[in-house]
């Protein structure tokens, strides 16, 4: 049981690049979700995923999209990565109780 | 809308007990939770609190929880060098945080030896 894992845990993107940030639960969790990690700012929500093939919009999600084909995996996609993107970016899952489990991290530098 | 405050950082000698305060605006909100963060790691969830209750203990931590002030308190008892960390509170509306949790900006715990 491995948990949350995201793939990869390190990036670095140019301006204008794309890429795709993948978290997997092998928890069999309803809800994943998709945080940014700033200095000083703490977590901020991206969007978030009520099940499979759903996805709604969190606090911060201009210049992302996201997409829940399978119900182990969320994917967060940048299509035009941007400076203001470099950030450490969290994955989370949890069922109907109390407890979000956190992925590892996944620290993007766009230069 | 929703806000979280944290005080940023929080100094005190191991083996004192350490107190870590937040506030809230959001009335409707349903859990409290704690969440600890060591260097370069993810987020361990500490302990939680539903809003029913003012009061939790668990081992070393006890959550004091004031409704009417939305105010809530961590105690960390006979802190040790392994409880430096950065310790987030977050809440949210719904049962399990379905819609996300709204974290604070994370309280920075340094312990003097």
């Known amino acids: 049981n491995a948990g949350v894992t995201q793939t990869p845990k390190f990036r670095v993107l140019k301006t204008g690049q794309s890429m795709t940030l993948l978290c997997a639960q092998d928890?069999?969790?309803?809800?994943m979700y998709w945080y940014r990690q700033d200095p000083g700012m703490g977590l901020r929500l991206i969007h978030y995923?009520?099940?499979?093939?759903?996805?709604a919009k969190g606090e911060v999600p201009d210049g992302y999209n996201v997409s829940r084909l399978k119900k182990q995996n969320f994917l967060l996609g940048l299509e035009s990565a941007a400076p203001s993107q470099t950030s450490v970016y969290f994955c989370?899952?949890?069922?109907?109780?109390?407890?979000?489990?956190f992925g590892p991290g996944t620290r993007l530098t766009v230069t | 809308g929703e806000d979280v405050e944290q005080s940023l950082f929080l100094s005190v000698r191991e083996g004192d007990s350490s107190v870590i305060n937040c506030t809230y605006t959001?009335?409707?909100?349903?859990?409290l939770y704690w969440y600890k963060q060591e260097p370069g790691a993810g987020l361990q969830l500490l302990t939680y609190?539903?809003?029913?209750?003012d009061m939790k203990q668990d081992q070393r931590l006890t959550v004091l929880l004031n409704k009417k002030d939305k105010h809530l308190s961590l105690r960390i008892a006979d802190t040790q060098t392994g409880d430096s960390a950065i310790y987030f509170c977050?809440?949210?509306?719904?049962?399990?945080?379905?819609?996300?949790?709204?974290f604070g900006k994370g309280t920075h715990l340094i312990i003097q030896p």
């Open positions: 959001d009335s409707s909100s349903t859990y």
């Open positions: 928890m069999n969790h309803e809800y």
């Open positions: 989370a899952s949890n069922d109907r109780a109390y407890e979000q489990y």
């Open positions: 609190i539903f809003s029913n209750m």
């Open positions: 995923s009520v099940g499979e093939g759903t996805t």
């Open positions: 977050a809440e949210s509306r719904l049962g399990g945080g379905a819609d996300g949790l709204t």
